[in-house]
């Protein structure tokens, strides 16, 4: 694992983004095709709007998995991941393949249906951010580091759904659910890239802990697992790497 802290926030997006077009762009290249995978939130924003506006990429050429979703939630919700992605990258830049949770789906069903769907075959890079309780993906702590399944169903913890109100997804805790779908930690680790965006002076404890070293690789601390792969960089800005 890298870790790049950048000038300003826009800078920690053009960066990651410029990081993410070239792994897209040479899986394209050496092979006909790139397999990515896409986190939302905030944070990732700004890193989206960067992404996109690459005229350099062959998107026709990719294959988009969603990492993560609420259960319950229609598409049409404004705090959707479905809705985000779709006003944020699916229909900036159409993706060749376009793989969604469905939130309202039977969340067993849906959570076979899209680990058929990833299968085995190798993600080339995968677009990931790290929550204000170190939770990778929606892998909130104690992460479970041992599932070989690809997505799971997963209980969100209180620190999580607070942080989804903050950023004003939600106007209650009470609205947040309760649980969501969520890429396991193990699949997440066997993409050939990561390119992880983090802002936000919010983000800083979680950046301390889970990326310092301070602390040992846990499930306690999910991110802390980006530690052991060979080809992570993280990109922080400096209200996020205030605390390093």
Partial sequence: ME????GTTREMAREAAAAAASALREAIRTQGSARFIVA???SQISFLEELTSDKDIDWSATTMFHLDEYV???ADHPASFVGYLQKRLVQQVHPGRVHFLDGRADPEAERKRLSLLIG???VDVAFVGIGENGHLAFNDPPADFETREPYLLVTLDEACRRQQVGE???SSIEEVPTQALSMSIHRIMQSRRIICTVPD???AEAVRDCLSGRNPVTPQ??????RRHENCTVFLDPEAASLL
């Fill in 221 to 226: 601390y999910p991110a802390s697992i980006l």
């Fill in 3 to 6: 870790i790049r802290t950048c």
């Fill in 168 to 170: 004003g997804w939600f």
């Fill in 40 to 42: 939302t939130g905030t």
């Fill in 72 to 74: 319950g939630l229609s």
């Fill in 120 to 122: 085995e075959d190798p």
């Fill in 201 to 203: 002076r919010r983000k």
